[in-house]
């Protein structure tokens, strides 16, 4: 048990650390965008927009919590794990209340899931079912994506493509290849926050047998994924303006270019441990930024 248990918070805290807060801007970011093309497109309906962003910060909950669970029966949660306390493993929460938790928060996604296929149809049955299951296999299941160098694939394509061109989808009830290059940033952004978390546990999965895939490429190989993903990020709103004629409001992403440069900088320094942590949180915290800035350049 980590020294972390020895300060035992409350209840309700204990679920909100389990939550991983600073990880949803990760699912805010995707629906942001998928409604800003939304409202540039002139399609924008704020019921579908509205119940969309909850599904989706339901969903990540959800998959926090299952990871939460999972990771601790797996045994790859040890002592000498350097990411923020998890619940189960430090006996804040028990395994059997964390599952019941899980069960609800994807629970919870059904009557919003039954309002979105009535506004949008039966596609939307396939998508929401599609994103619960990938976040439940995440680290579950024959092939647990995270432990089978899979888990940065499967987040850029449904916690980044899917909810970005989903979000549109149910507001617009159809998808064209501008929604889908608007979803590139979104799935670039939300799977550095993964290579991150993945950089700074590399030696601990690899004590563990986890095989993410910055395990696989190591700290170098790791450093030019982020800065792949950070680099197509910042290209896309120049393809939107060259191939799209969008006006130069489209760049007002390029404002929080210096803050992601700092970020991987930082990578680039060597920091490690703990220190990564605040890394992780500045990653989660630039997805948002581009996201709003990327938003109002759309609408503007």
């Known amino acids: 048990m980590s020294s972390s248990a020895l300060s035992r918070p409350a209840k309700m805290e204990a679920w909100w650390l389990a939550s991983r ?3 949803l801007p990760a699912a805010m970011m995707p629906v942001l965008v998928g409604s800003a093309l939304a409202l ?3 399609v924008f309906a ?3 927009a509205l119940a969309a962003l909850i599904c ?4 990540q909950i959800g998959t926090n919590f ?3 669970l999972l990771d601790f029966q797996a045994g790859t949660d040890t002592e000498k794990r350097t990411g923020p306390a998890r619940a189960v493993a430090n006996r804040w929460i028990t395994e059997r209340e964390m599952l019941a938790g899980t069960v609800i928060v994807f629970g919870l996604t059904v009557p919003l899931g039954l309002y979105l296929i009535r506004a949008a149809g039966w596609p939307v049955l396939i998508i929401g079912l599609l994103s619960i299951a990938a976040g439940i296999a995440y680290t579950t299941g024959p092939l647990p994506l995270a432990y089978n160098g899979l888990g940065d694939l499967f987040v850029f394509i449904f916690f980044g493509l899917v909810a970005t061109a989903g979000t549109y ?4 009830g159809t998808v064209n290849g501008f929604v889908l290059w608007g979803s590139v940033p979104a799935g670039a952004l939300v799977t550095n926050i993964l290579v991150v978390n993945n950089y700074r546990d590399i030696e601990t999965d690899r004590e563990t047998n986890k095989r993410t895939l910055a395990t696989i490429l190591g700290k170098t190989g790791t450093r030019i994924e982020f800065l792949i993903l950070l680099v197509a990020s910042y290209g896309i709103p120049f393809l939107f303006l060259s191939r799209y004629d969008l006006s130069l409001w489209i760049l007002l992403p390029l404002l929080s270019l210096p803050f992601g440069l700092r970020v991987f900088f930082k990578l680039m320094a060597g920091a490690e441990g703990k220190a990564l942590n605040e890394v992780l949180a500045q990653t989660a915290r630039l997805a948002l930024g581009y996201g709003l800035l990327f938003s109002v350049g759309l609408v503007l």
């Open 40 to 42: 540039h497109d002139g």
């Open 56 to 59: 989706a910060l339901l969903i």
């Open 21 to 23: 807060p600073k990880t």
């Open 66 to 68: 299952s990871n939460d």
């Open 169 to 172: 989808y149910v507001q617009a």
């Open 46 to 48: 704020p019921g579908p």
